[in-house]
């Protein structure tokens, strides 16, 4: 089945940078789009950035041009560089696949 592991979460200042990543297995994973998801204490999971099997992206609006989504099929993995980090940013990341879900990484975002 397919196993999802995320990395790189933790705390940081307004402003500032972090880079996440999700490591697959378990599938082809350079046939399958890969997505990134957030979920803030009490509210629901929002998709944050989305990449298809051949590299086109999509990104909710509210992270647009600060955001980038990318993948490494021969390592099997898919990255989220965060830029320009702002307190509501604050969450809990998720990588996805096919409807699996990794354990999720902290994200916080705070002075």
């Known amino acids: 089945q397919v196993q999802l592991v995320e990395s790189g979460g933790g705390l940081v200042q307004p402003g500032g940078s972090l880079r996440l990543s999700c490591a697959a297995s378990g599938i082809i994973f350079s046939g399958n789009a890969m997505a990134w998801y957030r979920q803030a204490p009490g509210k629901s999971r929002e998709l944050v950035a989305i990449i298809s099997s051949g590299g086109s992206t999509k990104y909710v609006h509210s992270v647009k041009g600060r955001f980038t989504i990318s993948r490494d099929n021969a390592k099997n993995t898919v990255d989220l560089q965060m830029n320009s980090l702002k307190p509501e940013d604050s969450a809990v990341y998720y990588c996805?696949?096919?409807?699996?879900w990794g354990q999720g990484t902290q994200v916080t975002v705070s002075s």
């Open positions: 996805n696949c096919r409807g699996a």
